[in-house]
């Protein structure tokens, strides 16, 4: 028999989605035939007012609500259900729904709290999304190509396993891009998933489905990957909050995606939310599980919150921050700048924070370092895997892969010389780090470390599709393997956000990326403008503190992300 054309497959996939939304009961309201570039108002006209509470409650909130008694876990996953309905045909950004599995674990949880008068676990009921690619048992693992449309997951993913048992109920998968190797998210299976607060522009990628459905409140937390900017890019374009972990510290096995085994720059699972504090419950839930005894690969740390990261010798919180204004490639947009002078500006005023200047080594070097080792196969495998059905090459995948002068065949010998590379180059920031503002103290220590840098997280705000074409403000934090933590700051403003026409790029990626600004600041309207902080490798805890402290005392994020 003849394998079905790469069509018949996006067509089958796309009715296998739309069948599990319309098997929500009650039904996903339809959305109106004419509609905004800024799409995050609608639901609250299609959904009941408890629905529209719910869904737009924080996540740690929801916890204790239903701890509490005051939703059953069914009331919950039904407006979820219904909301990310609606999410799906605002932005494109689901792959399926599970209405059957999501409301037979609710109503068991419900019986469970019925019975016992208290909640299974500290996740009980609360709902959770999830990247197509992490493995759910029987259900499609694509990662974004035609050819592999027909395989399934043998069994749920090891964080999934860890979720599940603190109580969550899953409902939801998402989008992802062709590859996964896309700072945006489009496949030939579902097309184009579209940001929340601008249609014209990216979600972000590569797990961008989770960005576009979170930024709808279609759901508070969700599951994305990253090993060049796949959680922040997304988070950032939604108005989110996104961590990029440290390796090794939360479970990956049970997913799906090319370049399986290799080890040079590793990709980490972790969560994109509505709020800092569902950020740190998730954290907190999967590594408390001690997910190292079963996957031995992990590094066995706890979740170490307990005792200030930021405690000084007076028992008052004190911070170093380090600000990066840019990475010496490209120079950020308008927006972006403004963002950062706010921010800084404010921190300036309050006691306990001290500011230095971040200076970037070499981060030119660190992509060609990255972008070598991404595809040591000379991208063989993404090649066989879209080629084996015949769809065409999405430009982005294209972009990554035919047109970066890094992607070549690499001998044993060239993997030993690059990862050396990688090496010598994490030694060196490394040394910048410990020289950035420090003194010897009496004991011949370094003292007044600088704790996190403050950076931008892009070259701009969400761009338009199949434009996001620079990875350095991401993906230079994977080739260090820092922990990295996105957050909502402001919005793109066309009364203060202006032209730059006096400003010279330095090479062909800036000039690309003032471009875009420069032909029309008017495509940007409305779209969330973030940052992120960076910490040293297995300070996840520290990074995550950091924005705990600076967030109480600035009052971020100034704009309204609602």
């Given at each position: 028999?003849s394998?079905?054309s790469?069509q018949k497959?996006?067509k ?12 929500v ?5 339809e959305?109106?035939a ?35 008694g005051?939703?059953?876990s069914?009331t919950?996953i ?9 999410a ?10 599970l209405?059957?599995?999501a409301?037979v674990r609710?109503?068991l ?7 016992h008068?208290?909640?299974i676990?500290p ?17 499609t693992?694509?990662a ?9 997951g043998?069994?749920?993913a ?5 979720l599940?048992?603190a ?8 989008t992802?891009?062709?590859t996964l ?10 097309g ?8 014209r522009?990216?979600?972000g ?20 990957t990253?090993?060049?900017?796949s ?7 939604c ?5 990029r ?8 096995e049970g997913?799906?995606?090319t370049?399986?085994?290799q080890e040079?720059v590793?990709?980490v699972?972790?969560p994109?939310?509505?709020s800092?504090?569902?950020v740190k419950?998730?954290m ?5 599980a ?5 996957e031995p690969s992990?590094?066995?740390?706890p979740?170490?919150d ?9 028992g008052r919180?004190k911070i170093k ?10 120079r ?10 706010e921010?800084v500006e404010?921190?300036?005023?309050i006691e ?7 200076e970037?080594?070499a981060?030119d070097?660190?992509?060609?370092i990255i972008?070598?080792?991404y ?11 879209i080629e ?11 972009f990554?892969?035919?047109e ?20 010598a180059y994490?030694?060196a920031y ?8 420090t003194?010897v103290?009496d004991t ?6 600088v704790?996190v840098?403050?950076?931008p997280v892009?070259?701009?705000a969400?761009p ?6 620079y ?6 934090w ?6 990295a933590?996105v957050?909502p700051?402001t919005?793109?403003?066309l009364?203060?956000d ?6 010279n790029?330095m090479?062909?990626?800036?000039e690309?990326?003032h471009e ?6 008017e495509?940007?309207?409305g ?10 490798r297995?300070?996840?805890?520290k990074?995550v ?5 600076i967030?109480?005392k600035?009052?971020l994020?100034f704009?309204?992300f609602?």
């Open positions: 028999m394998k079905p790469w497959v996006a089958t996939a796309k009715e296998y989605r739309d069948a599990s939304i319309h098997r009961d009650p039904p996903v309201p959305v109106p004419q509609l905004p570039l800024d799409r995050t108002e609608i639901p609250k006209y299609l959904l009941t007012t408890e629905e529209v509470l719910i869904t737009e409650t924080q996540p740690e909130e929801l916890v204790a609500s239903l701890a509490a005051q939703y059953t069914t919950v039904t407006a979820f259900l219904r909301r990310a309905g609606i799906q045909a605002l932005t494109n950004c689901i792959t399926e729904l209405p059957e599995r409301i609710a109503k949880l419900d019986e469970y709290y019925k019975e008068r208290k909640p676990g996740l009980h009921g609360l709902p959770i999304s999830v990247k197509e690619h992490i493995g759910m048992k029987g259900l693992l694509n974004g190509f035609i050819s592999w449309w027909d395989i399934r043998e069994g749920d090891h964080v999934l396993k860890i599940w048992n109580g969550c109920v899953f409902y939801a998968r998402t992802e891009p062709q190797m896309h700072l945006e998210t489009s496949s030939n299976l579902y184009a998933t579209t940001n929340p607060f601008n249609s522009l990216t979600s990628g590569s797990s961008g489905g989770e960005g576009a459905l979170i930024g709808m409140r279609g759901s508070c937390l969700g599951l994305g990253d090993i060049g900017g959680i922040r890019s997304p988070a950032a374009n108005g989110l909050y996104g961590l972990p440290s390796s090794y510290r939360i479970p990956v997913w799906s995606a370049m399986g085994g040079q590793v990709a699972l972790g994109l939310s509505t800092l504090d569902g419950m998730f907190k839930t999967v590594i408390s001690k997910p190292w005894l079963k992990l590094i066995p740390i979740w170490r307990q005792e200030s990261w930021l405690g000084g010798s007076s919180k921050i380090a600000v990066m204004w840019n990475d010496r490639v490209v950020p947009h308008p927006p972006i700048i403004r963002a950062l002078l921010v404010k921190l300036r005023e306990g924070v001290e500011l230095v200047e971040w970037p080594h981060h070097e660190a992509w060609e972008s070598s080792l595809f040591s196969d000379g991208a063989q495998e993404e090649s066989d895997a084996a059905s015949g769809e065409p090459w999405r430009p982005l995948s294209t990554i892969i035919k970066n002068p890094n992607v070549k065949k690499l001998s044993v010998d060239d993997i030993w010389h690059w990862t050396q590379r990688r090496e994490r030694s490394a040394k910048i780090w410990n020289d950035t503002g003194s103290g011949g220590e370094l003292e007044g470390m704790d840098i403050l950076c892009g070259p701009g969400a338009p599709l199949d434009c996001a074409r990875w350095g403000y991401t993906s230079q994977n080739i260090l393997d820092y922990p933590l957050f700051v919005k793109v403003d009364g203060v202006r032209v730059d026409s006096d400003y790029p090479n062909e990626k800036d690309y990326n875009l600004w420069q032909s029309g600041p495509k940007y309207e779209a969330p403008i973030s940052l992120q902080l960076v910490g040293r297995y300070e996840d805890e990074v503190e950091s924005l705990e402290f967030k109480a600035i009052g994020p704009a309204n609602v």
